[in-house]
């Protein structure tokens, strides 16, 4: 008897690749790029979208390094289109397979903080995913205090001068805190919201500042805001040694979401640590102008919360 072979075509379809979103870096600092990974982040969890993650500085510190699908080329030239993404209804518009969506600093979401704060189980996420890999010993805390985290932006080099630093103010300089005055507040801005914050929190507790900078020498601001407030419950705590813009980064974001409250800047880094922290007060500044070759902050906004 005799067999003849059988041969069977198959026609070889590639599979579809889902829906994924990637972003776009601004070449900010720390806090642009994890604002700008946290936006790709909403947008994923909200269309059901795989994330291409692209690391940053610092960013293999964070449990996001170690969790997150690595964008590369080449799965970039595995998707049929790519697609950027300025507001969600350029995701909705799209409703193809196969597409890369890209996003960036500028994308429209939410506000992250306001939106995890109702939404739970997307709070939960970027909690886990901001968390830092190494394991740091927790801020002290007592009964009898309430840590407030300060996050002063000085520029510390990095940025241009400001302005509300100097004795005479060049009109030829284009001073950063006069291009961004509620990410540069001046000294004035964070002792006023030290004396609010005082009001607010219970007498019976006495109130321990940590300092959070990027000028090298925290020392004189915590002197000159301690001289200015006068007030023997207030202490301040800081970083003796090593301050600089570039160094101890995730250590400080850690430590400014371990505090019970938080006075910052409009600057995104202390903004981000909002997102992995319970403050139960936040003052931020929402608007400033320079009037009479002075920043004036107004006005202020105060966020007060209750965690279970």
């Not at 700008?36 to 996001?64: G, N, V, W």
């Not at 419950?233 to 003796?240: G, L, N, P, Q, V």
């Not at 007060?281 to 102008?289: E, L």
Request: with cysteine; net charge neutral.
């Amino acid at each position: 008897m005799r067999y003849g072979l059988l041969f069977i075509n198959f026609l070889f379809v590639p599979p579809i690749l889902p829906r994924a979103i990637t972003f776009d870096l601004n070449g900010g600092r720390f806090g642009d790029n994890l604002s700008t990974y946290c936006k790709a982040k909403y947008y994923a969890r909200q269309h059901k979208l795989k994330l291409l993650y692209k690391p940053f500085k610092d960013s293999d510190q964070l449990t996001l390094h170690t969790i997150e699908t690595l964008y590369t080329p080449e799965l970039k030239n595995s998707f049929d289109k790519i697609i950027r993404v300025k507001t969600e209804k350029d995701i909705t518009d799209n409703k193809d397979d196969n597409i890369l969506f890209v996003s960036d600093f500028y994308s429209q979401t939410p506000g992250l903080y306001e939106y995890g704060f109702r939404n739970s189980a997307f709070a939960a996420e970027l909690k886990k995913m901001l968390t830092p890999i190494k394991q740091l010993p927790p801020l002290e805390k007592n009964d009898n205090s309430i840590t407030v985290a300060l996050h002063v932006r000085k520029g510390g080099g990095f940025d241009k001068p400001l302005a509300s630093d100097q004795e005479n103010v060049d009109p030829n300089i284009a001073y950063a805190d006069k291009i961004w005055p509620t990410k540069f507040p001046p000294d004035s801005y964070y002792i006023e919201q030290i004396k609010t914050m005082r009001r607010l929190i219970s007498a019976e507790k006495s109130i321990i500042i940590h300092l959070f900078t990027d000028d090298p020498n925290p020392a004189s601001i915590a002197q000159k805001y301690a001289q200015a407030l006068n007030d023997s419950s207030i202490t301040f705590a800081y970083r003796h040694n090593g301050n600089n813009y570039d160094h101890t980064i995730v250590e400080d974001f850690y430590y400014i979401a371990q505090c019970d409250c938080l006075i910052r800047s409009s600057s995104l880094f202390a903004a981000a640590a909002q997102l992995l922290g319970n403050h139960t007060i936040i003052m931020y500044p929402i608007y400033g102008v320079w009037q009479d070759n002075k920043a004036v902050i107004n006005p202020v906004g105060i966020i007060m919360r209750t965690f279970n």
